[in-house]
């Protein structure tokens, strides 16, 4: 089991700044980072209903769907991506891709 990860900041991107209603609207965010003393990690968060749109679009494009990092939340708001999260570092970020770019 990975050890739970006490320290780490969650960054969303500056431009969510007064779309948040757009945002959770649309059920996408990409660009969403957090850093912790050892890795950063950039995710996109969907909500369901655009996950099933998004993968629908990708089998009629290429027949298949890969996501990493990949994040679904009920809505995709700052609240609701804080508590996933939140559950994630007490997983360690475990199943996550760190950004090999940020380092």
């Not at 850093?35 to 998004?54: G, I, N």
Request: glycine fraction near 6%; aromatic fraction near 10%; avoid cysteine.
């Amino acid at each position: 089991m990975t050890d739970p990860v006490s320290h780490y900041r969650l960054e969303f991107p500056e431009y969510l700044a007064g779309y948040e209603f757009e945002t959770e609207a649309k059920g996408y965010l990409p660009g969403v980072r957090i850093s912790t003393e050892e890795a950063t990690f950039e995710l996109t968060v969907h909500d369901p209903m655009r996950l099933t749109q998004d993968i629908a679009a990708e089998f009629t494009v290429s027949g298949y769907a890969t996501f990493s990092n990949l994040l679904v939340v009920p809505k995709v708001t700052r609240d609701e991506v804080a508590r996933a999260v939140r559950d994630l570092a007490k997983a360690g970020f475990r199943g996550l891709r760190p950004d090999v770019q940020a380092r």
